[in-house]
C-alpha cells in the first residue's frame, strides 16, 4: 500500500478548528522573529570582527536569502505531503542549531555557509501561510496574514535592541556569542511551543494524485492567471523595497546628514505603523473591500510615496512618506497570500506559496545589488527605479484580482 499524505482540511473542517490555532502559530512566529531579529543589525560588526572586506560582509546578508529561495517550495512541498507541523519541527531546530554554529564559526567562510544552510532552514515560511491557509476561511485569511506579519514585525523591532544590550563587539567573534545563544534559544523554544501547542493542520489521504514536481508546479503556477501575475507582483515589489531599505541609511545621511540616531528614530516609527495596521487595518479593509482592490490600493500609496521621497525636505516630511510607505506595503501583502491562497490547489497550497516566497526571496538578493549600483550615480535613483517598477504592479494586482473573481479558466 502506497504511504499516505496530508489532506487539506474542508471548509467544514475549517469552520471547527481548534479557536486559537492560526494565533497559536502566529506567537510561535514572534518568537522565531525575535531571535532573527537579535542577529540581523550584529551581522555587519559579526563579519567585521573576522576583519571581513565589505563585498564578504554584502555576502553574509546575501547568502540567508539564496539560502531561502531555494528552501521556501522545498519545505513547503514537503508540508503539502508529510503534513505542516513535521515540517515547522524541523526547519526552526535546523535553524536554531545554525544560530549555535554561528557562535563558534572559525572564520568568514564557515559563517557564510552556516547562513546559507540557516537561510534554507528558515525558508519555512510557505509552511506557515499553508498552515494559516488551512484552519482559516478564505474570507478571513488576509486578517490573519497581517497578523503574521505584525508579528513578523514586533520581532524585528525588539530583537535588535537585545542583540545590542548583549553584543561585546571589542572581544572579536566571541563577543556575539550570547545573543547567538539567545536567538538559538528562542528557537528551540519554539520547537517546544510547536511540539505542545500546535496541532496538525491535514488529515491523511492515501491519494498521490495531486502530487508535482517542483518544475511542473513552476511552470504551472507561471501561466496560472492569477498566481503567475502575483508571483511577478511579489517579486518586483520585493526588488523594489529591499533595494530603497539596503540604501536608506546612505541616502538620508547624503541628503540630510542624519546620523544613526535619526535613521534608528525614522524606522522605529515604521515599525510601529506597520505594526498598527497590519492590526488594525489590513483584515478590516480586505474582508470589506475585497483582497483585489486593497492590494492595488497598497500598491498605489507606496508608488505615490517613494516619487515623494525624492522631493522630501528631511526630517518629518520623510518619516511620515516611510510611514504611509509602510501603511501601503502592509494593507497590500497579507492580500497576495490571501489571494493565491483561495486560487491555488488546496492539495499544493504550501508548494505555490514557498514558489511565491522563493520570488520574495530572489528579489532580497537582487534589489538590493541594483540599488547599490544605481545609487552610486543617482542619489534618487533607487526611489525613482522603485516607483517604476511597483507601479506595473498596480496593473497586475487589478488583472489578478479580476481573474480570481471570474474563476478558473474553461
Not at 27 to 52: E, K, Q, R, T, W
Not at 270 to 286: K, N, P, Y
Request: with cysteine; net charge positive.
Amino acid at each position: 500500500m502506497a504511504p499516505s499524505e496530508p489532506q487539506p482540511p474542508s471548509p467544514e473542517a475549517q469552520s471547527t478548528a481548534p479557536p486559537f490555532a492560526a494565533a497559536s502559530l502566529i506567537a510561535v512566529v514572534f518568537i522565531n522573529m525575535l531571535g532573527f531579529g537579535i542577529i540581523v543589525p550584529l551581522l555587519p560588526f559579526y563579519a567585521h570582527s573576522f576583519d571581513a572586506p565589505a563585498w564578504q560582509m554584502a555576502l553574509i546578508f546575501s547568502a540567508y536569502s539564496v539560502g531561502a529561495f531555494f528552501g521556501e517550495p522545498f519545505w513547503g512541498r514537503l508540508s503539502d505531503r508529510y503534513g505542516r507541523k513535521p515540517i515547522l519541527i524541523s526547519t526552526i531546530l535546523a535553524n536554531g542549531l545554525c544560530y549555535l554554529c554561528l557562535a563558534f564559526a572559525p572564520n568568514i567562510a564557515a559563517a557564510f555557509v552556516i547562513r546559507l544552510l540557516g537561510g534554507l532552514a528558515a525558508g519555512n515560511g510557505a509552511v506557515i501561510q499553508g498552515y494559516i491557509a488551512d484552519v482559516t476561511p478564505v474570507a478571513k485569511r488576509a486578517r490573519q496574514l497581517g497578523y503574521q506579519g505584525a508579528a513578523w514585525n514586533v520581532g524585528l523591532i525588539v530583537g535588535p535592541s537585545i542583540g545590542g544590550l548583549f553584543a561585546h563587539t571589542g572581544i572579536g567573534p566571541a563577543g556575539f556569542r550570547i545573543p547567538l545563544f539567545i536567538a538559538s534559544g528562542l528557537a528551540f523554544l519554539c520547537v517546544a511551543a510547536v511540539i505542545l501547542v500546535i496541532r496538525e493542520s491535514r488529515i491523511r489521504e492515501t491519494s498521490f494524485s495531486h502530487r508535482a514536481s517542483r518544475w511542473a508546479a513552476l511552470d504551472e503556477a507561471l501561466r496560472h492567471p492569477v498566481i503567475g501575475r502575483l508571483i511577478l507582483l511579489t517579486f518586483l515589489v520585493g526588488f523594489a523595497f529591499t533595494g530603497i531599505e539596503s540604501v536608506f541609511g546612505l541616502w538620508a545621511q547624503a541628503r540630510f546628514d542624519w546620523t544613526p540616531r535619526d535613521i534608528g528614530f525614522a524606522f522605529a516609527c515604521v515599525g510601529v505603523c506597520a505594526f498598527l495596521s497590519q492590526t488594525l487595518l489590513t483584515g478590516r479593509l480586505s474582508e470589506r473591500y475585497g483582497a483585489g482592490p486593497m492590494l492595488a490600493v497598497g500598491m498605489a500609496l507606496a508608488t505615490v510615496t517613494m516619487l515623494l521621497q525624492t522631493v522630501s525636505t528631511g526630517g518629518i516630511m520623510t518619516t511620515v512618506l516611510m510611514c504611509l510607505n509602510a501603511i501601503g506595503t502592509s494593507v497590500a501583502f497579507p492580500n497576495v497570500g490571501a489571494l493565491i491562497s483561495g486560487t491555488a490547489d488546496p492539495h499544493r497550497q504550501g508548494q505555490i506559496m514557498g514558489l511565491n516566497n522563493a520570488a520574495g526571496a530572489l528579489a532580497r538578493v537582487l534589489g538590493p545589488l541594483s540599488a547599490g549600483l544605481i545609487f552610486a550615480r543617482v542619489i534618487d535613483g533607487p526611489f525613482i527605479l522603485g516607483a517604476a517598477v511597483v507601479a506595473p504592479a498596480i496593473l497586475l494586482a487589478l488583472s489578478a484580482s479580476r481573474r480570481a473573481k471570474a474563476g478558473p479558466p474553461a
